[in-house]
């Protein structure tokens, strides 16, 4: 899966998947390191990459979905001044989910499996 970023800003990027949520930074092979961006191993499976674009704008609707703990990881967001935004629960019925953004905007949504 893929989201992107504006150029220059995996730092911002690095803080949030990696310190934020924990998430491990996987290397980059040497040709595509040259481009820039990041990727990182989403626990429980799966790899999340962050490329860098010209003329970036953050995704506001589409978005990747995560499953997690997500009473934890609303709490690790929400203390690190995340905005956590819960889902009506008739949407997904037996689901309990929220959306948030990345630090540089992009859209994200975390639910239970």
Known sequence: MQVSCPAGGEDEIRRFYG???????????????????????????????????ADFRPARKAHPAFVVDVDAVAETLTLAGYPVRWA?????????????????GNRLEFLTA
């Open 88 to 104: 009506d629960p008739a949407e997904i019925p037996g689901r309990r989910r929220f959306h948030t953004v990345d630090a540089v």
């Open 19 to 53: 310190g934020t949520l924990g998430w491990a930074e996987l290397p980059k092979p040497p040709l595509l390191a040259a481009r820039g961006g990041c990727w990182f191993e989403v626990p429980g499976g799966g790899e999340l990459h962050v490329g860098v674009e």
